[in-house]
């Protein structure tokens, strides 16, 4: 069993930064992939950014490529989303997912792929 915590959440003004953190606990061999997930109000759960422990490898969403960086602290089983240029449009709650399965270009947008889940944190972004 894997439980996240996430934390970083909050309001902040349009064109302006925040960094999310997810505090993994548990088996650290099932988290060989960590991802973040969102969800805003009336809109379905959307993938936002994941990595894959070996080889670092990463994997964007279109609408935050070039603005969100997802990293990982393998040592301390945290996963971090740095998001700049902040806009409207990124307000939502942010989840943090685990799993022990490989990931690639297209399994990590499967929300099949991820077994654990986060409680989530709250992120709006005002215009």
């Known amino acids: 069993q894997v439980q996240l915590v996430e934390s970083g959440g909050g309001s902040v003004q349009a064109g302006e930064s925040q960094r999310l953190s997810c505090a993994a606990s548990?088996?650290?061999?099932?988290?060989?992939?960590m991802g973040w997930f969102r969800q805003a109000p009336g809109k379905e759960r959307e993938g936002v950014a994941a990595?894959?422990?070996?080889?670092?490898?990463?994997y964007y969403a279109d609408s935050v490529k070039g603005r969100f960086t997802i990293s990982r602290d393998n040592v301390k089983n945290m996963v971090y989303l740095q998001m700049n240029s902040l806009n409207a449009e990124d307000t939502a709650m942010y989840y943090c997912?685990?799993?022990?399965?490989?990931?690639?270009?297209?399994?990590?947008?499967?929300?099949?792929?991820?077994?654990?889940w986060g409680q989530g944190t709250q992120v709006t972004v005002s215009s």
């Open positions: 548990g088996d650290p061999y099932s988290t060989n992939a």
């Open positions: 990595i894959y422990t070996a080889g670092g490898i990463t």
């Open positions: 997912a685990a799993t022990p399965w490989k990931i690639d270009h297209v399994r990590w947008l499967n929300e099949d792929t991820w077994w654990f």
